[in-house]
């Protein structure tokens, strides 16, 4: 069996299934159905949102399974979400090590909770 095409391969739009079919009873219900937002995805982003799944969503994993930087693999993921007609968030604030290292002291001595390193750490 072959994949149920979700766009038109000669206009681009998103395809409707109009029909179809059981093929134990033989039941066959004709409409108008909806095929989803995974069906707007080309071969590509599907193989790598099948791959980002299968990494619980551990870009370290998918960047070693797929054999792509780090960079790349973010720049997939949001073509990804974009394809699915979500926005991207924001890039994440990066933190000097110089910074990173002055949170970390201060939450070994204390000075502040986990929760606020990790907001720190993040860029929030």
């Known amino acids: 069996m072959y994949p149920v095409p979700g766009r038109c391969p000669v206009c681009g739009e998103e395809m409707t299934v109009t029909r179809v079919h059981c093929r134990h009873c033989d039941t066959v219900v004709e409409g108008h159905f909806a095929l989803g937002k995974f069906h707007r995805l080309t071969p590509e982003q599907l193989q790598f949102a099948e791959n980002f ?15 792509l930087s780090y960079p790349t693999v973010r720049a997939r993921l949001h073509d990804l979400i974009r394809a699915l007609g ?12 110089d910074e990173r290292r002055g949170i970390l002291e201060e939450l070994a001595q204390g000075k502040i909770s986990a929760e606020d390193a990790l907001g720190f750490l993040q860029g929030q």
Not at 53 to 66: A, D, P
Not at 86 to 91: A, T
């Open 53 to 67: 799944i299968r990494c619980e969503g551990k870009i370290t994993r998918v960047e070693e399974i797929m054999g």
């Open 86 to 97: 979500y926005e991207v968030g924001p890039e994440p604030v990066a933190v000097s090590p």
